[in-house]
Every structure is written in C-alpha cells, then in structure tokens.
C-alpha cells in the first residue's frame, strides 16, 4: 500500500528527527545521507531535502551545523543542539542506578530515556551500567511519586499529612502514633546515606524534625498553607547533625589519630577548625547536635577517637565503651 507523500511540514519534521537521531560532532550526514533515511514510499525528493536543510542551517531555533572540508565539495550536517554532553548523560545513568529507592523496571526506563538525548552511535557508549555492590533490600513504596508530591508541598507551603512507621522484628511494617497522622510543614529535602529525608517542623511539638521519607505512608498534601522562618537555614542545620538524627547543639573536642584526617575533613569540610598536636593524633572542635547518630559515627572509629568534651558526651562514650567490652565477657 503506498502512502500519501508527505506534506512540506512534514517532510521537513522527519529532516529534523533524521539529524538528531543520526548525526553528532563526529558523524556528520550529507544531503544524500539525510534522503537514505526516508522511506522509499514517501516519495520525498532530494532536492527537497535540501531545500529543508539549507532552510534549517539558517534557522536561529534548530542548531544546524555544517561542515566543508573544501571549497566545491559537498557539504556535511550535524545536530549541534544538545543539552547535555555524553559525560554528563552517564552521571545522570549513574545516579539513577545508584538510586535505590528507584525500582529496576523504573531505572531501566529512565536509562532508556537518557539514551535518547543524544544521537545512536553515541548511546551504544551508554550500554553499560553502573553496578551497586549493595542494591536495596527493600522494595521501594512509591518512593518516586512521594518525594514528587513532597517537593511540591515544600514549594508551595502547604502543610503534609503522613502517617510513620518502622519494620519490627516480625518484618512486618508498624505504624507509629497509633497509626494516627503527623501534621507538619515541609521544609525541605535531603538526601543522605542513600535515603531520602524529610525536614519539617512539627507543631505540635514545637521542633523541627527528620522523616525517612521510605517510612512514610498515606503522605497527602493539605489546603492549609503556612508561613516558614526565613531564619531557617537548612543546609546548616544538616551540617550539624550525624546520620540525619537531631538533638541539643553542643561544642565538640575529640582527639583523632591522624589516619582519620580525611574521613573528618570528608564530614566537616576543610575549614574544619583542626589543630595538629605533633603526637600523631589532631584536636577537632565543632558545634554538632547531641544524638544516637553522633556516638554511633564516634564508636565507629573505636580506640582512635578520643571524646574530651563535653562532659556529658563522655559519659556516654564511657557507658557505650562499657556495654561492648561487657558483651564479650
């Protein structure tokens, strides 16, 4: 069955998806090149190709570059508009497969989807993904949608509505509250140890508080707007905090053996005030959030760490140190 030929719209639409699907910087197309991937059946001619291309190469909306490598040799044309280099498109790749919140139909979608932002050839460097040494245990509960839903909720100030849980020792997922909902405004999102959390303030008890957002269940956004402090920074206040617990700012004097250098500077930053004692060891302060998390992130690095002050981070260090060393009698 033969079709009906194209109109000049088009013909001149099927010009623009040819270049952008088989030409880049380093695989150009002639206009003979271009008119081979026309069907046969849509009786387009060559010199109507032509006309299309002359007509986009002086086009200012689609990026048409030409190349000639001599005077009276015939030109060669590629897409030059792309947004984003092949590099770049592989640390997209990358994060996604890396995402475990993200389920593997949705990533091999997403993957598939990168791959067309730039021509063929190039996605056949693409093919090849990151592999995650520990990929999820858990299967993620429309993680994807929520985390859209919450991003909204934090742009347009609206009060969230959840319920929260967390697994038991059964397996089985319970919820906290008597299952009742937690009102909060959203403040912001944040992504740490490879999870999602929630930063919100909690009016009822008059604090701001992280959420796992992969505990949070039946999240719904509210009419009810409300008015955030603008004194609020959030990027400080995850500064502060270990493993994304919160809890009263304290001063923090540790001694560290100097093979843990970089693992501070990699949580502190490199204008993390440190004080070199000559004996193989450094001095750090800082103001950080008394938590679980922070004596967990100490306890972690054992007889190398060394907590000075304050007193009441001591005793605990103290009463952590003595249930491990009782554990193995």
């Known amino acids: 069955m033969t079709r009906n030929p194209l109109t000049a719209r088009e013909r ?16 150009v197309l002639s206009i003979h090149d271009i008119h081979s991937y026309f069907d046969g059946d849509m009786q387009v001619g060559i010199g109507a190709v032509r006309d299309d291309v002359a007509a986009l190469e002086e086009s200012i909306v689609f990026p048409v570059t030409s190349v000639q490598e001599k005077t009276g040799m015939p030109k060669h044309y590629y897409y030059d508009g792309r947004p984003f280099e092949i590099h ?10 890396a995402a475990k919140f993200i389920s593997r139909n949705e990533t091999d979608r997403l993957l598939m989807k990168i791959r067309k932002l730039t021509s063929r050839r190039l996605a056949k460097q693409l093919t090849n993904e990151l592999h995650v040494a520990e990929p999820s245990a858990q299967d993620a509960v429309e993680i994807v949608a ?36 937690y009102l ?11 999870r999602y959390y929630l930063v919100a303030y909690f009016p009822s008890a008059d604090e701001i508080r992280q959420y796992r957002v992969d505990r949070m269940r039946s999240v719904r956004v509210r009419d009810e707007q409300f008015i955030p402090d603008h004194y609020f920074d959030l990027q400080e206040y995850t ?3 270990f493993h994304m617990f919160g809890g009263e700012l304290i001063s923090l004097e540790a001694k560290f053996a100097d093979k843990l ?3 501070v500077i990699d949580r502190f930053g490199l204008d993390a005030n440190i004080q070199d004692n000559g004996d193989g060891t450094f001095l750090l302060k800082a103001q950080v959030a008394m938590s679980e998390g922070l004596v967990r992130w100490i306890l972690r690095w054992g007889g190398d760490v060394k907590v000075i002050h304050p007193q009441q981070l001591v005793s605990r260090m103290k009463e952590e140190a003595k249930k491990l060393y009782d554990q193995y009698q």
Request: aromatic share 8%; net charge negative; no cysteine.
């Open 12 to 27: 001149l639409l099927e010009v623009i998806r040819i270049l952008e699907a088989f030409s880049d910087e380093d695989d």
């Open 88 to 97: 770049e498109l592989r640390l997209l790749m990358d994060a996604i497969s």
């Open 146 to 181: 929520t985390v859209q839903l919450l991003h909204e909720a934090i742009h347009d100030k609206h009060i969230v509505a959840f319920q929260y849980g967390r697994y038991g020792t059964d397996l089985n997922f319970h919820l906290s509250n008597e299952g009742q909902d």
């Open 184 to 194: 909060v405004h959203p403040l912001g999102l944040v992504w740490n140890n490879d």
């Open 239 to 241: 500064r502060k905090m």
């Open 261 to 263: 250098i970089n693992i």
